[in-house]
């Protein structure tokens, strides 16, 4: 039998980047992917999001393999959200300080970069690979190439292979195996705001465009070629504005007149595109242990969100950066003590950010059209400026820092709690700049030595 | 291709028992068990855990279908919990009203009777059929036999198949199927006390025993041949007294002398039984939905709890009752309607025991060594006794009512809250007798008015 050193499932963009920082430090590094090796058009097989965020920890991990400069072109800063309201008239909300920006770039383009990446530092590569079998006590893994099978040893299988990862499934028969899948109420559908007819970007490309519609939303993301990848999420049954409810094409144009209208304007396929795309559902997966014996899980297939922090690809990153700070402290002659100190530092981490991604889609589709929102918003900048290592607002925290999500998360709850209090204040409106800020980060340090 | 009117997956206690239901209706039946026809000792296959508890759900479902007399003579009625203190002191806490018992009965012997029933009413029996794979949208299922390989197609597949269920395994797979497994930090080992010398039983057989440790228990359980099944529950690691640290003679002999000395009196084969006998998990499982096609899931396959409510079969017994009764409604037509209503009438009231059932465990180890508990439940007592229509306890809700689960618990609640408010009272040892009785029945009337 064939015997890997490292055999990787899953040539996504987790795992074509952490092929790379293990093949760099001169290990034998082999990825089986179960797609053909058409490596720009992944996604669409999968009927994936074609759009991601790309944010300071998916950077920092690209950075220290020296990946950074090579993605900065094909991704387009977005300072700050565009609230879109029914009338058309929009309010934009910055993310963060004036610099800081999340980066909307192609799944697509940017797998592919990641693959040739690892082609080229020497990664082997074998697609039209499909993982039939892992057998953890020997650590290997049955594949079916085509019509023919085969059976691969590895010291070590790391489970790269996304929310229905196949090293989960056979984790998953363990004894103690914990494990949670749930799908949320809402479905989405990718729609396309093309260029104009010059050639021009139809909105401002520098803003990710939001419609909050309460328990409903439409968003969109800029593209390099001055298209929009919109996303629409709706309930997949159940209320007014659902999918089960929308079916012809007067049903489409309906909605999106009465809802989107000046988005509607803007999106000449729409019906075609509407009826011919998939609607995907919104998965959350949780599961612990993430190692048996010599395997680990990475990434979505440990710890798959929703994707309204635009975290996923960014954490599953940081995923890699963080097992690999572990490897140049501990070695790589010691997996087990790697894996084993990999999975109980970043379990909580990722249980953080996976709840903060439920959390937020009720921000994104709703607390945003509130004024109240937008001010607290405010205020919750306005205390940064004046303190800023005190007062770091949750989605800077989250978004613009490396601190451990877990932390984030917790101190992000104070916070809240104190603003809470403070926008209870019927007279918050006029009185905001007036408030004692020195006050509220009293309030807050005496909320943390509890 | 064959082809069956009803399948079932798995000749377990549930499965058994929903065959002869649905062949009493004049329908064809088969069922598909993966162990050999050795339908005394399947649990030993299995490491499961050989005595059940009877009770009132599990009763009715057996007296609809006529086989209340045939079981009966293999139980042993256990009027309350015997509980064992350190120093070998009992004190006797009854379940309910004099003549409320749950039974003790051996799995074994109790899943022969009900195969036994099936294969005399015309149920078709296919053992040692492995389920390799189900296609949910074809309704066929793939078995193994030996070497053969089989497929069946039918239509209306029934998962019985347990808490590792082959059917729910492909439902997984299934675009919107929520699903949760969670092991708790507790496993357990079955210990034996015999009949002793002169083939009685060493303790009174009347009651469940329990030694109630705080972060761990001994429970026994009797048997028609005079010896006890006993169960200890202990953290797998962590702790002081963990199975992780009790290896040798030393330890265990340590641990009983320790914590369990009256009924280490009793057993002869502990060291030999303890190093023997397997560690098993516990785990808790919810998914829905239930249905997929024309598929239903059923029992432990669709919500297998842990069994400190001794509530499982019951449960699963309840839900065939539960389901023949919406068949007697519906008919045998409309299996697509009959299964969409069970899963959505069912769900909430085994999501309802699932969380009792963990919530017992701390009640069984830790709460029942209180003497104020004991105090609680006397109090309780006295007000069903005054008010047997108003105030159940929620113990005799679940076991010897067919109250909805998710009823007795809501009201459970409500009533916890109030004895909470009672207990806390510094001077209730003296003056419980003297409490305002029917002042408390309209504190839960006005709870329940909220």
New interface residues.
């Given amino acids: 039998m064939k015997k890997n050193e490292i055999s990787i499932l899953g040539a996504g963009l987790i795992g074509s980047l952490l092929s790379i920082y293990l093949k760099k430090r001169g290990l034998d590094v082999t990825i089986y992917e179960k797609r053909a090796d058409n490596r720009k058009t992944f996604y669409k097989e999968e009927g994936r999001s074609i759009n991601m965020a790309l944010s300071d920890r998916g950077w920092k991990a690209l950075e220290k393999i020296g990946l950074k400069e090579k993605v900065m072109p094909l991704a387009i800063p977005m300072y700050g959200r565009k609230v879109h309201d029914e009338h058309g008239n929009t309010t934009f909300i910055p993310y963060g300080k004036d610099n800081q920006a999340i980066y909307s770039i192609s799944r697509g383009n940017f797998n592919r970069i990641l693959i040739d990446e690892a082609e080229k530092v020497g990664v082997k590569l074998e697609f039209s690979h499909k993982c039939e079998d892992v057998n953890l006590q020997k650590s290997s893994i049955k594949f079916l190439n085509g019509e023919s099978k085969q059976e691969v040893e590895s010291e070590v299988i790391i489970g790269s292979d996304g929310a229905?990862s196949s090293l989960r499934m056979a984790m998953?028969?363990q004894?103690?195996?914990?494990?949670?899948?749930?799908?949320i109420s809402h479905g989405y559908k990718e729609l396309t705001i093309p260029a104009t007819a010059n050639g021009e970007f139809a909105m401002d490309p520098n803003a990710l465009h939001i419609w909050p519609r309460g328990k409903f939303m439409l968003i969109a993301l800029p593209n390099p070629d001055k298209s929009f990848t919109c996303t629409l999420f709706l309930p997949?049954e159940g209320t007014k504005v659902c999918f089960d409810k929308i079916n012809d094409k007067k049903d489409i144009e309906g909605v999106f007149r009465t809802y989107f209208d000046d988005a509607f304007q803007l999106m000449p396929n729409l019906v075609n595109e509407f009826q011919n795309n998939p609607t995907s559902?919104l998965i959350n997966i949780e599961c612990y242990p993430w190692v048996q014996n010599k395997a680990l899980l990475i990434g979505d297939a440990s710890h798959a969100m929703v994707p309204f922090y635009g975290q996923g690809m960014n954490c599953g990153f940081e995923d890699v950066f963080i097992l690999d700070s572990l490897i140049d402290k501990l070695g790589t002659n010691v997996w087990d003590l790697v894996f084993a100190k990999f999975q109980k530092i970043r379990k909580p981490d990722t249980d953080a950010i996976c709840q903060l991604a439920l959390e937020n889609f009720v921000e994104m589709r709703d607390s945003v059209a509130d004024p109240k929102f937008m001010l607290r918003k405010k205020i919750e900048a306005k205390l940064h400026d004046l303190y800023p290592k005190d007062w770091i607002p949750l989605y800077t925290m989250v978004t613009f820092s490396n601190m451990p999500y877990s932390e984030a998360l917790a101190q992000g709850k104070l916070q809240e709690k104190i603003m809470d209090r403070i926008m209870s204040n019927p007279l918050i409106t006029q009185n905001w700049d007036k408030l004692d800020y020195e006050d509220i980060i009293d309030q807050l340090d005496a909320a943390k030595a509890v």
């Fill in positions: 229905y998953q028969k004894v103690r195996f914990n494990y949670l899948q749930e799908y997949f559902a």
